[in-house]
C-alpha cells in the first residue's frame, strides 16, 4: 500500500508557541484517517500546513508523491480542503457556489453540469440547487460544503471537523458520504473533537499540544487502556468522585455528564464492593455500577495524565 | 482570459448586484453626492445682510451704501448710529457684516489720507465670512475706481481694513462637482475592493480560493476589474449630472478625459488592494480606506480647499494624494478644455503611483494564510 499523505517531522510555531511539535504520520492511499484531539491541539494548522496555507518552520508534508512546498500547483488540483468553518458565498445560491468552485479548478466545461448534477444527487442537494447558502440548515451548508470540495475529483480530500455543529442525524448521514467517497478510492484525512467519530475511521491519531500521543488503527485503541473501566451511576457525581479520588484502588476518576468513568487494576466484583463501601461511608446513594469498554475519550483522559 | 478570472469576476458581479449596502455606494451615494455638494456646498452667496454705520451722513457716503445694494450681493437691512450696536446685530444675526464709514469720508477725495473704510465681520461661519470679505473688497474697489474716473488723476481714496484672514479663492459648482469625480471613484475602486477583498478573508472564502490552483495576480484581476466598470459608470454618471442639473460645461475631449480617468482608477485600485494585504476584516478595511484615501481627497487635493492655504506639512502630503493629480486632470479638461500634452505631468504620476503600490501589493499579496 502507498503512502498518500507523509508528514515527517513537522513543527510550526506562532511566536513561541509551538502549534505543531515534531508531528509525523502517514496516511495509506484509500485510508479514512482521524486525527483526534482537544481544541487547540494544532488540527487546523495541521491541516493548513498539508495544503500550503501554512509554511512549515520544519519538517516537510507530501501528498500523493509532490512534495507540499515545491510542487504546490501540482499538490492543490489533487487535493479537496474543506475548512473548519462554512466558507462558501452566502449570497450565491448552491448551484452558483459549485458552479463557481468548478470554474475555479478548471473542471472542464461539457463535465461541469454532469459534476454538479452527479454531486447534488450524491449530497442529497437537488432540491435546493436554486436556494442561497444563506438559507441552508447547519448539515446542508456542511454537504454543499464538501460538494464543493468534491467538484475537480480530488484524491485526497482533507476535512476539518466537518460535522462540528451539525445535527446528530446530519452528522451520520455526512460520515456515511464520507464512507461512499473511500469507497471510490478517495483517500481522507478528518479531524474532530468527537470521540465517538474517531471510531468510524480505520486509522486514528490522537494529538494533543501539537504533538503525536499515539497513531493506531481504530480497532486496536482500546488495547491502549492498560486497566478496566467502569462506569459509576450515584446520586451525586460530583461529591462521588471527590471521595473515591481518596482511594488507592481507583486509578483514575472522571466526570462525564452524571456518570462517573473510574479506571482501576482490579475486577469487577471487588471493585464494585470497594466503590460501595465508599460511597455508602459518605451516604451516597448508587444507582449502578458495570464494566465498560474504555472510548476514546477514556484513553485521551488516561494518556494525557 | 482565464476561466477562473471569469468565474471570479462573475462572482463579484453577483455579489454587488445580491447586496443592497454595495449598491447603495455605487448607485444612490454618488448622486447623493452630487446633490449635496452641488446644492449645499455653494460658495457664491446672495443678499449678503449688512448694516451701515455712517458716521459720515454725506451724499457721498449715501452713495456708497446705494452702489453696493445695487450690485445685488448686499441688503442694507439696517442703518446703524453706534459702535455698540454691532454686537447685537450679530448676536441676533441679523447682519453678517458691518460698513462703517468714517466722518470725513466725502472729504477725503481732497484730503487724500487717513481713517478709512472699515468693514467687521461675523467670522463665526468662516466660509461665508470670506466670501462677504471678498465681495465686499469688490464692491468697494469698484466703487472706489469709479469715483476716481470721476475725479480724474486721484490715487483710491480709502482702504479696507479686513478683520478675517481666509482662503482667498471663491468656489462655486463649476468647480466642486467636477471634483466629486475623484471622491467617488476613491469611494469605489479604493474602499469597495478593499473591503470585498477584505470580507472574503474574514468569511474564510479566501482560504477555499487560495486552496485552488489560482494564482495571486488572476484573484487580484478578476476581483478587481468588476469595479474598472462601476467606477467608469459612476464617472458618467456624475458628468452627465452636473451637465444636466448644475449647466458645468464640458470643454475638452470626452475620449482623453475617459482615458486619463482609467489611469487615475488604476492607481485607486492600487491602493485598495495595498488596504487589503493589510486589512483583516472589512472594519479595519473600511476605516483604512477612509482615512488613507478618502479623507485626504476631500481635504488634501485641492477639492474644497485650496492647496496653498492649508498648513505646511499637509501641503508636503498632498504631494502623495492621488486625488490632487487627478483634480488636476479633471478641472483641467473639464472647465478649461486643456489637451494631454498640458496633464502629462499628472498623469505620469498616477500611473507610477498606481504602478509602485501594486509591486508592494503583488509581492505581500500570497496564496497563503500567512507569510
Redesign the interface.
Known sequence: MSNEIVISDLVKKFGDNSAVDHLSLHVNSGELYGLIGPDGAGKTTTLRLLCGLLVPDQGSCRIAGYDVKNDIRQVRSMIGYMPQRFSLYPDLTVAENLRFFADLFNVPKGEREKRLQRLAQFSRLDPFMNRRASQLSGGMKQKLALSCTLIHTPRVLLLDEPTTGVDPLSRQEFWQILKDLQSQGVTLLVTTPYMDEAAKCDHIALIHCGKMLVQKPSKDISSLFPRQMFEVYTQDPVRSAHFMRKHQEFASVQIFGDRLHVSSDISIEPFESAAREVLSQEGIPVHSIKKITPSIEDIFVELLR | MS??I???M??EF??II??PRSLAIIFLLPILMVLLYGYAINFDIRDIKIAVLDQDQSSTSRSLAEYLTSSGYFLVSSNIMDRDEIEDLFLDRRVQAVLIIPPGFSKQNQRDSADGVQIIIDGSNANTATVAINYLRLALLQYSTSQNLNAAGISIPFQIEPRIWYNPDLKSTHFIVPGLISIILMMVCAMLTSVTIARERE???M????????RPIEIIVGKLFPYVGIALLDAAGVLLFSYLIFNVPFRGSILLFFALTVVFIYASLSIGLLISTKAKTQQVAMLMSMVATILPSILLSGFIYAIASIPRVLQLISYIVPAKYFLIIDRGIILKGIGFSLLVEPTLFLFIFGSLLLLISLKNFKT????
Open positions: 476561466k477562473r471569469r468565474a471570479l462573475q462572482k453577483i455579489h445580491r447586496d468569511t474564510g472564502t482560504e477555499q480560493i487560495f486552496i485552488s490552483p489560482i497563503r494564510l500567512e507569510g
